[in-house]
């Protein structure tokens, strides 16, 4: 053989993996982006100063208002305990708080920001939510994640980030105050209660090349394994274009550039989010997608803060499956909002849904008539028996990166294989739910990959 022939053969060994053929290198996930993905139900816990108000929660009039009695803050029987028991009863892996909102009020013993739990009577001035809170998810095994809102803060007339702009020195040095502000509070958040599952800066954070804090070398600093979300230098995960709780299909975990990068904004807002809501399956990032929701949205309202009056707007389960169906099962991580009430806790009829919802979460999927797993382009699903399903589960094994392209689902039915659903997204999971129909066994056939698939479950059910 000749030298040149054999560097060739070479190469294409070196690129082969049981002799098909690599196209490129696939993104892969961080640890921290499997834990997120693997927990596949998260809530964001949101309380601030105005849920103490007695008045319906206006967004736009809030993040220019102050507020006027700060000791309105009295959460006589708070609970964090509570909280995190029932969205363990969900099923919930990750547990988010606002330790900062458009308030610009901090949940916790802020030494750099005196706007904080240290200047009320409550506790006399000794409280700290934010380390009740982490301690009761470490309690109930849910991974703590902290929400720090910088973009508002209406105290000291923070909007979009900026101090409102004068061109005076003084609007120069006040903005320099509350940029060292939040980092200084993004390094207390960091450094003091332990690891954390994930950071989330509402409507991002501006670094230092937009006139923002530098934040990210603070978070980097303290928490080495931690979902960053977000600044124009780094996302680790992309919001899905809507807050309703589902995502679009297909729903890539994959994205062509750093989402939040500001070159890259008019691509992102074009069409209606569309590229935040699909992904990109040539994209070189691994940036998967959240779904949003508050579980007080029902019937025209949206609201993430507790306010009186409102426990009719609790979303009926029927929608919250309709959610779980649209964000799990397209291979998206569902963030719930539940806000405490101005007693300090979750309000009954939120913890009655949220175990329900848990409840038929386990019904459903708790228990597969038969699962498999393997690699190769052809799975087969044996059967007890000639058995009625109405739900197809598949997942690939994402640490080797989303291979898969286009996919078909069969089922043998009277001794003939029948088509039972195609698709082309598989990811952490896809859920395929499809009209009951007696079937004595299943096929996964995998039609175009850019490697070798690796399917870490391919599952049947009926209920």
């Not at 094994?397 to 698709?423: F, P």
């Amino acid at each position: 053989m000749k030298k040149i022939e054999l560097l060739f053969l070479l190469l294409f060994l070196a690129l082969s993996v049981n002799g098909q053929v690599k196209e490129r290198m696939l993104p892969l996930p961080t640890q921290a982006q499997l834990n997120w993905q693997g927990a596949e139900l998260a809530v964001l816990v949101s309380y601030d100063l105005h849920v103490f108000d007695g008045v319906k929660y206006n967004q736009a009039y809030n993040r220019i208002t102050p507020i006027p009695d700060i000791n309105i803050f009295n959460p006589e029987q708070l609970d964090t305990d509570q909280w995190i028991r029932s969205v363990k009863a969900m099923g919930a892996g990750i547990a988010i708080l606002t330790a900062t909102h458009e308030t610009g009020f901090a949940l916790y013993q802020s030494d750099v920001n005196p706007y904080c739990m240290k200047a009320l009577k409550w506790k006399d001035g000794k409280g700290d939510i934010v380390r009740d809170f982490v301690n009761s998810c470490r309690k109930y095994g849910v991974q703590p994640g902290i929400y720090i809102g910088i973009r508002w803060n209406s105290f000291l007339g923070v909007h979009d980030f900026i101090m409102p702009k004068d061109g005076t020195k003084f609007q120069e040095n006040r903005q320099i105050f509350y940029n060292k502000m939040c980092e200084g509070m993004t390094e207390e958040l960091m450094s003091r209660y332990g690891d954390l599952a994930i950071v989330w800066y509402d409507g991002g954070g501006h670094g230092p090349e937009l006139g923002g804090a530098d934040i990210l070398p603070i978070v980097e600093k303290y928490q080495k394994n931690i979902i960053f979300y977000h600044n124009s230098q780094r996302a680790d995960i992309r919001w899905g274009g809507s807050e309703s709780g589902m995502v679009s299909y297909p729903c890539w975990g994959t994205f062509p550039f750093p989402y939040s990068h500001s070159k890259s904004q008019d691509i992102i807002f074009k069409d209606n989010f569309k590229l935040l809501k699909t992904g990109d399956p040539e994209g070189k990032y691994y940036m998967p997608a959240m779904s949003d929701a508050p579980l007080r949205g029902y019937n025209g309202r949206h609201e993430w803060f507790w306010e009186p009056g409102d426990d009719a707007h609790v979303f009926p389960l029927e929608h919250l499956m309709k959610m779980y169906y649209g964000s799990v099962g397209r291979n998206s991580t569902l963030i719930l909002g539940v806000t405490p009430d101005d007693r300090g806790l979750l309000p009954d009829v939120d913890v009655a849904r949220l175990k329900e919802f848990g409840d038929e979460i386990q019904r459903r999927f708790g228990n597969p008539i038969a699962t498999t797993q393997g690699e190769g382009k052809r799975l087969q699903l044996k059967l007890p028996a000639t058995i009625k399903i109405n739900a197809i589960v598949i997942a690939e094994d994402i640490r080797q990166g989303e291979r898969v392209r286009s996919y078909k689902v069969e089922g043998k039915v009277n001794g003939k294989w029948k088509t039972l659903a195609t698709g082309s997204c598989i990811g952490h999971k896809r859920i395929e739910e499809i009209e009951p129909i007696e079937v004595s066994a299943l096929r996964l056939q995998i039609g175009e990959s850019l490697d070798l698939p690796v399917i870490a479950g391919f599952s049947v059910y009926s209920y």
